[in-house]
């Protein structure tokens, strides 16, 4: 079972990257997933979160109405759209998995996250 990311790069502020994550081996649609990212010497945090089904959604208020995350069951699939980007926006981000049918609510707080994918590095420039 791996978690793959990918998308990140460097940008000015403005303007806009597609992070995307793969899942491999597992029942992808019955897993909660998310976004998270963490800079030096703090903590890793929630950026969105999606349900199994990708009817429930949660964001975090320093990027609502500016990324939107999705997902693709079909591809094992994850996506973060990041629009409007801010160079407060640098970080690694990481994609996260819950428990299998676990609720969204249970992976909102990153110790609750028990699969992670590699960090791809985001940098804002401005």
């Known amino acids: 079972v791996q978690l793959q990311a990918s998308g990140g790069g460097l940008m000015q502020a403005g303007g806009s990257l597609r992070l995307s994550c793969v899942a491999s081996?597992?029942?992808?649609?019955?897993?909660?997933m998310g976004w998270f990212r963490q800079t030096p010497g703090k903590e890793r945090e929630l950026v969105a979160a999606i349900s199994w089904s990708g009817g429930s959604t949660y964001y975090a208020d320093s990027v609502k109405g500016r990324f939107t995350i999705s997902r693709d069951n079909a591809k094992n699939t994850v996506y973060l759209q990041m629009n409007s980007l801010k160079p407060e926006d640098t970080a690694v981000y990481y994609c996260g998995s819950g428990y299998i049918d676990n609720a969204l609510g249970t992976i909102l707080d990153p110790a609750g996250v028990p699969l992670w994918g590699q960090g791809t590095l985001v940098t804002v420039s401005s």
């Open positions: 081996g597992r029942t992808f649609s019955r897993y909660v």
